[in-house]
């Protein structure tokens, strides 16, 4: 579905940030991209839904390719991006106006647009905040209101680049737990996080470490096989715990279920 084949990126000659990168993510998948900072993880984002362009090799979603501008508009349509800081995203005064602006943007036809302002807010439980200026809104109020208007493009994949790094334990469970909605609902999902935690509601994850892809495959391995202290990243809240506290491996791999479960689908 999306084919990155041996991409490469640098934003100065000679500097790659993006090397040889190759991995498919399938339809209605869930990703982890992690990674040390500077490892290229956000530039890997904006590669994903033709922000940026590789500079070398290509990237491919379901049959368009993001070399091609016309092409990349239709990516652009189907990938929504969500950044960390809410703030950054916000253009208009109001929550209705920033769903409206993004749904005007791809020309969503205009008795069309109601429905969908209304479908996004209660996607994400803001339906009492239509009319609210971003100020007046909590950190995890505003996350979701940068949710409400990508999902009311209707993407078919969608990438959260450090959407919960900013808010707090509840606004980030809120996230997380819309997250998993969505990815219920058939939407592929790739989170890039710092938090090991996070990791263990997706199904994948993917390494990155100087700019190079190093690691692909399900969270458990990852968690047994990576040294994660070599790569900047820190071990689960619920592992780390059970390591002070002395428990064995079979306590610890326990708990880390039972962290998961917190986010699971099944
Ligand atoms: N607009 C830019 N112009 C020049 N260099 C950039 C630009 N954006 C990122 N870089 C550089 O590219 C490299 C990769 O950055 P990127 O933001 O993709 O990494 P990251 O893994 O997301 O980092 P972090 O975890 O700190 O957010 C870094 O060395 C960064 O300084």
Same mark, same amino acid.
């Given at each position: 579905?999306?084919?990155?084949?041996?991409?490469?990126?640098?934003?100065?000659?000679?500097?790659?940030?993006?090397?040889?990168?190759?991995?498919?993510?399938?339809?209605?998948?869930?990703?982890?991209?992690?990674?040390?900072?500077?490892?290229?993880?956000?530039?890997?984002?904006?590669?994903?839904?033709?922000?940026?362009?590789?500079?070398?090799?290509?990237?491919?979603?379901?049959?368009?390719?993001?070399?091609?501008?016309?092409?990349?508009?239709?990516?652009?349509?189907?990938?929504?991006?969500?950044?960390?800081?809410?703030?950054?995203?916000?253009?208009?005064?109001?929550?209705?106006?920033?769903?409206?602006?993004?749904?005007?943007?791809?020309?969503?036809?205009?008795?069309?647009?109601?429905?969908?302002?209304?479908?996004?807010?209660?996607? @994400?439980? &803001? #339906?009492? $905040?239509?009319?609210?200026? %971003?100020?007046?809104?909590?950190? +995890? !109020?505003?996350?979701?209101?940068?949710?409400?208007?990508?999902?009311?493009?209707?993407?078919?994949?969608?990438?959260?680049?450090?959407?919960?790094?900013?808010?707090?334990?509840?606004?980030?469970?809120?996230?997380?737990?819309?997250?998993?909605?969505?990815?219920?609902?058939?939407?592929?999902?790739?989170?890039?996080?710092?938090?090991?935690?996070?990791?263990?509601?997706?199904?994948?994850?993917?390494?990155?470490?100087?700019?190079?892809?190093?690691?692909?495959?399900?969270?458990?391995?990852?968690?047994?096989? @990576?040294? &994660? #202290?070599? $790569?900047?990243?820190?071990? %689960?809240?619920?592992?780390?715990? +059970? !390591?002070?506290?002395?428990?064995?491996?079979?306590?610890?791999?326990?708990?880390?279920?039972?962290?998961?479960?917190?986010?699971?689908?099944?």
């Amino acid at each position: 579905m999306l084919v990155f084949d041996q991409v490469g990126y640098y934003y100065r000659r000679g500097q790659e940030v993006v090397k040889k990168v190759s991995f498919t993510i399938e339809k209605g998948e869930f990703v982890s991209i992690v990674g040390g900072n500077g490892s290229g993880k956000s530039t890997l984002a904006k590669l994903m839904n033709g922000l940026q362009l590789a500079k070398q090799g290509s990237v491919v979603f379901d049959k368009q390719t993001a070399s091609d501008p016309d092409q990349a508009r239709n990516i652009r349509k189907a990938i929504g991006l969500v950044f960390q800081n809410p703030e950054d995203q916000f253009i208009t005064t109001n929550v209705t106006d920033e769903i409206v602006f993004g749904l005007e943007n791809i020309r969503v036809p205009a008795d069309e647009i109601a429905a969908r302002v209304r479908s996004a807010l209660q996607a @994400v439980g &803001l #339906e009492r $905040y239509a009319d609210a200026a %971003p100020h007046e809104l909590s950190g +995890g !109020q505003k996350q979701r209101a940068a949710v409400a208007a990508v999902i009311a493009m209707r993407p078919r994949f969608i990438v959260f680049d450090e959407a919960t790094s900013m808010l707090d334990p509840e606004g980030r469970n809120e996230l997380m737990q819309l997250m998993q909605d969505f990815h219920k609902q058939g939407i592929t999902i790739v989170q890039i996080t710092h938090h090991m935690d996070e990791v263990l509601a997706s199904r994948r994850v993917l390494l990155l470490d100087q700019s190079e892809l190093v690691f692909d495959g399900p969270p458990d391995r990852f968690f047994r096989e @990576v040294p &994660l #202290e070599t $790569y900047g990243l820190e071990q %689960p809240f619920a592992v780390r715990i +059970g !390591q002070q506290l002395g428990w064995s491996g079979e306590a610890t791999a326990d708990w880390k279920g039972r962290a998961a479960s917190q986010w699971s689908t099944e």
